[in-house]
């Protein structure tokens, strides 16, 4: 399992492509969010989804979904809670790995300015908006920590999607490795 965070407009989506080209199954977190039943129903970026949830609730539909899936490797994109990707890594049963992806401010606001036509301040806007409800200053320390391989997307696409073949490899080199123990 690659477990993917990051910064808004890092590349966290594009990651989740990519991999998902490559073979992974693809797992939106906003989608297991929407299915759960425990916590508190807010809404966020137009789409009703759960906060405070229980972290068992949440583990079970994340399994769920991979089990029913046929890939060898399950993305699951885009974690915000730092706690919650510890949490998930560790109860998985196999490898797993915490992938954080981030870039510089000015290079985020000119891709979302660039991604969803709006001026520079707008963008500059949303994203200290989107950085501060996610609490990234806060928890960039327990990132750090537990993030297995740290992507600083300052680059073009060619290698950004080289680095996430190395973090694929990696995965599926764990995978192997564990089946023949």
Known sequence: MILLAGTSES?????????????????????????????????????CT????DTEEFLSIVYERVRTAAADVA????????ELAHATKASWPGPAAIVFITAAEPLRVNRLAAAISIDHTAAHALIKAKDARKRVNEQLPRWRQITDHWIDNRHDLAHFT???DDVYAATCHSITRTDHS
């Open 75 to 82: 993305v699951v994109e885009s974690f915000i809670d730092a």
């Open 11 to 47: 590349g966290k989506s594009t990651a989740g492509t990519y991999l998902a080209q490559r073979g992974a199954q693809r797992i939106k977190i906003r989608t297991i969010l929407l299915a759960l039943t425990s916590g508190t129903e807010v809404r966020h970026e137009g789409v």
């Open 162 to 164: 080289a680095t996430l």
């Open 50 to 53: 759960r906060e405070g949830f």
